[in-house]
């Protein structure tokens, strides 16, 4: 101060300040004076207050959510951002859940299709773009416990987007709950009378559908008793329902009465029955005519060695019977259409009058899943 005033001549120099002890102590810097209920300072509450209540609503589709900020780590096996290339069929079904004209999608398929990514990029997808509380249901409570290490705790670990909306808490983040920064809580629970009683949730959940009980302690279906938990939001309620068919058919004599009805069963395959039948087709990469890839139509050469003869298969497209190749698969899958019961495939897009429902439900058969292939279905079945 000395030096400032020799320069500045006008520079005037104040008596410092004295404070008397009690002011000293008040002043002192302490944490529990500046923390605000979470936030470090008042500073921190006003730039989250901004980021998650005064910014414009984000307008994404789940889809695009998924494309964008997604990052799978599945070592030894693909690491990178989420990428639709690899299962373009769960694009559609991802994105009706975000349809308030609708109140469930049902999805059917077998393993190693990538039907749980469903649940795991809708959660996203709440969390980062559309918050509503959101319940995920598995079997059991070591499955639901098996889902929330191997599943949500992976997904906030590797897309770490969603790691920085978890609150600071220690209490928001354990097996069965996860609070978040906009106030949504995702729970992990599992079929019980008192779960599925009495509490309301926007967004529910259910996967590995057919290895749940069809009647919750005398209370009735999980599905419906999840539905129902769901009926007070309105056009904002949803409910996923996933799973492996594993039921037997109720009625072998049965005729089914169009192209896409599932036989007659409990389970996944009956609520199915319920939605619009949407099953997947791919175009033949001769004739460029839409059809259903069944296992009926791969074609392969007899031989002794089980592996000789999975090594020699086809599949034939059923207009032209022309064969396509394995390679081929991931080509064709790109230009694939879900098309509903009653509508058929025009110039390369869908046409006609589907069933009138408030559920899209998907069936995918084996031939089409993104992790699997021709020649080890082929194989498993000669095995």
Avoid at 56 to 71: C, F, L, M, N, Q
Avoid at 75 to 103: I, K, Q
Avoid at 148 to 163: A, C, F, Q
Avoid at 361 to 375: K, M, V
């Amino acid at each position: 101060l000395e030096a400032a005033a020799t320069h500045s001549p006008s520079l005037t120099l104040k008596a410092p300040t004295i404070r008397t002890p009690d002011e000293l102590e008040f002043l002192k810097p302490r944490k529990t004076r500046t923390s605000i209920a979470g936030y470090e300072d008042l500073g921190d509450l006003a730039c989250q207050t901004i980021e998650h209540i005064w910014t414009p609503p984000d307008r994404k589709t789940p889809s695009e959510w998924a494309g964008e900020e997604r990052y799978l780590n599945n070592a030894p096996g693909y690491v990178g951002p989420w990428r639709f290339s690899m299962a373009p069929y769960l694009r559609e079904p991802l994105d009706m859940l975000a349809n308030p004209d609708l109140d469930a999608v049902i999805f059917v398929g077998p393993a190693q299709c990538g039907k749980t990514e469903l649940i795991l990029n809708w959660a996203g997808y709440s969390i980062r773009v559309d918050p509503s509380d959101m319940t995920i249901f598995s079997p059991t409570q070591n499955n639901a416990r098996d889902f929330s290490n191997r599943r949500i705790d992976r997904l906030h670990r590797y897309t770490e987007v969603l790691k920085k909306e978890l609150l600071a808490e220690r209490d928001a983040d354990n097996k069965f709950d996860k609070h978040y920064k906009n106030g949504m809580i995702l729970g992990l629970a599992w079929p019980t009378k008192a779960e599925l009683a009495g509490k309301p949730i926007p967004r529910i959940a259910l996967t590995d559908r057919d290895r749940m009980e069809d009647d919750i302690e005398e209370e009735g279906d999980p599905f419906d008793l999840a539905t129902k938990r769901t009926t007070s939001f309105g056009s904002f309620a949803m409910t996923l329902c996933e799973s492996s068919p594993s039921r037997e058919i109720t009625d072998y004599r049965y005729v089914t009465k169009t192209p896409h009805e599932a036989p007659p069963t409990t389970g996944i395959l009956a609520l199915y029955n319920r939605g619009d039948r949407r099953r997947w087709y791919i175009p033949c990469g001769r004739c460029g005519e839409y059809f259903e890839p069944r296992f009926e139509l791969l074609k392969w050469t007899e031989n002794k060695s089980i592996l000789d003869a999975a090594e020699s298969v086809h599949m034939q497209c059923p207009v032209c019977d022309g064969l396509i190749h394995p390679d081929e698969r991931f080509t064709l899958q790109q230009s694939g259409l879900w098309l509903p019961d009653g509508c058929h495939i025009e110039n390369g897009a869908v046409a006609g009058t589907p069933r009138r429902t408030k559920f899209a439900s998907y069936w995918l058969e084996g031939c089409a899943a993104a992790f699997t292939n021709w020649p080890k279905l082929v194989s498993t079945y000669l095995t």
